[in-house]
């Protein structure tokens, strides 16, 4: 078959005519756009087939044009321009596929469109189509060239050989210049509505970061805005959970899919694109098929059918907050103009994650403080006034020095004794003595709560975790974080309790009532109890391994009657505390009633003698100390021991202290107290000495 080579007008760019003969491949069309080469018969007329012939200038092809013209130049929308060109050039030009290659500025191969008439725009394949394999025998391509741009090529093909002749070229080529002008339209103003959206884009995620901080809220319609701009098929937001160690998606928007997801389970795994842009706070763009092969893995919910991405991490003050995700089932890459305008949403998203975090800290800290307002104005009220530790026997000082021993550490302390021994002010003392002294003493007595609100008054609960849960709420040890908590009647706590405290002992770490989060606490605890916790642990009503981890360094505090010696200081502390508070002026406590209240044995100790104090003052309009003695138990004057078992060492004490009080603390002679206990005046001394006795001073 004879050839012919010739260049055409320069204004009309190039055009390529082939003519299959046997399946011949098809010379593809020089980038250059500037040349022609035609195969051709030397018959540059085409025979009649089946009635048809092809139209060329000659027949009317510049009207022809401006009807082409006209049919494509009010079309603004691509997809919309390129599916009339089919029907514009049927009128004209004889053929059995239009294809049109575009270049719309993406970096690579220009977009392959195949136009079948009536049929849907289809640009996913990147490669020229093989004509053969649809039996096409010929093809005439020519280029689209705008004044400013050359934009792709625009290709007819027939099932039949030497269908196009040089004139059909022309013409074609006279109507891709018309085409052109019209795709240079389209796409301009593609590009300008994307601009205009992109800029509305970030005005409406600024507008929403200003006026709302429910950043779930913000981010779901932000998401959905992001993914039609960028014509995704997903976009999705994840942040780090509490413990940093997991990404979770925190704001969804993928048709089919729900837009928030609230799962406890990490929906990224350690090895996915998302964990490792978030890791190393590098963006990734690509496709799917290349991450497979990298050694990432795909997840699950979000990954299968999405065929590129686009995946950027969330940065805010050197700190990577989480990372954004776009996701499109096409083969359309996304470019590097879109990347930048993505990594711009990015840092608005990250900025408002940011002050999320950093308004839910406020919250948070808000919360703990009004807790804490409220609890330390409970305190206030609370008769707690009496700071200071009152007396100078032996005993006393003992505990003293055992409290300022441990106070530096951090250990547990268990208090125990009887009710009303003065347990909280040492507990209150080891605090004071302490380096948590700046931060909350916090204390609950565990008998004073009812056994079904003792969990959440410990550890807290969230909004709605039972009935009458209006309000999320913060516990004990969440407020006594840095700081002290004292546990009063310790022993009170049910067993089902008893593991969760155990826990906290042991891990620093618990969860509140009606929520999965693992909260941390630093608190030192310090437990009191009037009870013999050995005894309720063979019992089988406290748990051995918590009354282990409670006895680590335990503190006795004798009862009132073991140190009779301070019985005189605590009268006149609590006359003095009560006269001042009530405006009175009590100058005189008599001696016989100085006596008899050191003869008393008080059962009800340090709190009962406080009681009988404030209300002597209240009878006392004078400046003489009216005592209503007869209130007191006579019954308990005896030298009898009184309350729980004692030591051998305690009872003997006891005992020798109520004979010296019943002889008025005379020790020699017949009626001295060695007499009425059968010993020598130098025994008993020595033994005062060693069990610590002194005669309290009047």
């Known amino acids: 078959m004879p050839s012919l080579r010739a260049t055409l007008d320069p204004i009309r760019a190039a055009s390529l005519l082939v003519s299959r003969a046997n399946g011949a491949d098809t010379e593809s069309l020089p980038e250059s756009h500037q040349t022609i080469t035609t195969q051709a018969s030397a018959d540059r007329t085409l025979p009649e087939q089946n009635g048809m012939r092809t139209a060329h200038p000659g027949t009317g092809g510049q009207g022809m044009t401006l009807g082409v013209f006209q049919a494509v130049k009010g079309q603004r929308n691509v997809e919309d321009l390129l599916r009339a060109i089919p029907d514009a050039l049927r009128p004209l030009l004889f053929f059995d596929r ?9 970096p690579g191969a220009p977009r392959q469109y195949v136009l079948d008439g009536d049929d849907a725009v289809s640009p996913n394949d990147r490669t020229p189509p093989d004509l053969a394999a649809h039996g096409l025998q010929s093809a005439c391509a020519v ?13 007819i093909a027939s099932r039949r050989a030497h269908a196009y002749s040089q004139d059909d070229a022309r013409l074609l080529a006279a109507i891709a ?21 992109r800029l509305a884009l970030l005005l409406e995620l600024t507008n929403s970061l200003v006026s709302n901080l429910d950043l779930r809220g913000v981010l779901k319609t932000v998401m959905r805005s992001a993914r039609r ?16 160690g997991h990404l979770r998606a925190y704001a969804l928007d993928c048709p089919g899919s729900r837009d928030v997801l609230e ?7 350690e090895i996915t694109i998302s964990a490792h842009v978030f890791r190393t706070g590098k963006p990734w763009v690509g496709r799917a098929a290349d991450a497979l092969e990298s050694g990432f893995e795909l997840n699950p919910q979000f990954d299968p059918g999405f065929t590129v991405g686009c995946i950027l991490p969330l940065l805010s003050r050197d700190r990577i907050l989480g990372t954004l995700g776009l996701r499109r089932r ?18 608005q998203i990250a900025i408002a994650v940011d002050n999320a975090l950093a308004y839910g800290e406020i919250r948070s800290l808000k919360d703990k403080l009004a807790e804490e307002r409220v609890y330390l104005r409970d305190e206030v009220r609370t008769e707690r006034n009496f700071e200071e530790v009152v007396g100078k026997s032996t005993v006393l000082r003992r505990v003293l020095r055992n409290a300022e021993t441990v106070a530096p550490t ?52 969230e909004k709605g975790a039972f ?12 407020l006594a974080d840095g700081g002290t908590i004292f546990l009063d009647e310790v022993g009170e706590i049910p067993v089902d309790l008893q593991t969760k405290l155990l826990r906290v002992l042991q891990e620093r770490e618990f969860e509140r009532l009606g929520s999965g989060r693992t909260l941390r606490t630093d608190a030192r605890l310090i437990a009191a109890t009037n009870r013999d916790l050995a005894a309720l642990v063979e019992e089988k009503r406290f748990r051995a391994d918590l009354f282990y981890r409670l006895n680590v360094f335990p503190v006795h505090m004798p009862p009132l009657h073991e140190r009779p010696e301070d019985i005189p200081l605590l009268v006149r502390h609590f006359v003095e505390h009560y006269a001042r508070r009530m405006k009175r002026a009590v100058e005189t406590i008599p001696s016989e009633t100085m006596e008899v209240l050191t003869r008393y044995r008080w059962p009800g100790n340090v709190r009962e003698l406080q009681n009988l104090m404030e209300r002597a003052v209240i009878l006392s309009p004078g400046p003489v100390l009216h005592v209503p003695l007869a209130d007191l138990d006579v019954r308990a004057t005896g030298g009898r021991p009184r309350g729980s078992a004692q030591t051998l060492e305690e009872a003997e004490r006891a005992h020798i202290v109520a004979t010296l009080t019943d002889t008025n603390w005379v020790v020699a002679g017949a009626r001295g107290a060695a007499a009425r206990l059968g010993m020598n005046r130098s025994t008993l001394q020595f033994r005062m000495k060693k069990l610590g006795i002194m005669r309290p001073k009047m």
Do not use: W
């Open 410 to 461: 951090d250990s547990t302390v268990l208090i125990y004794g009887e009710t009303g021994t003065g347990k909280e002010l040492i507990a209150r003392a080891i605090h004071n003595l302490s380096p948590r002294r700046s931060k909350a003493f916090v204390k609950l007595n565990c008998a004073a709560i009812p056994t079904g609100l003792l969990e959440s008054e410990l550890f807290g609960h």
């Open 467 to 478: 009935t009458g849960a209006i309000a999320q709420r913060i516990g004990r040890f969440e």
């Open 177 to 197: 210049e018309e085409i052109a002008v019209s795709l240079d339209n389209a796409l301009s103003h593609e590009q300008l509505r994307e601009g205009h959206d």
């Open 229 to 244: 701009v960028m014509r995704s098929d997903s976009a999705v937001v994840a942040l780090p959970d509490a413990d940093g």
């Open 330 to 347: 096409d083969d359309n890459a996304y470019t590097d103009d879109e990347v930048g305008f993505l990594l711009q949403v990015a840092n």
């Open 263 to 269: 799962g406890d389970e990490p929906v990224y795994g």
């Open 98 to 106: 239009v294809s049109l290659s575009l270049d719309r500025g993406a």
């Open 143 to 155: 280029p689209l060239t705008a004044p400013q741009r050359t934009l792709g090529t625009l290709e």
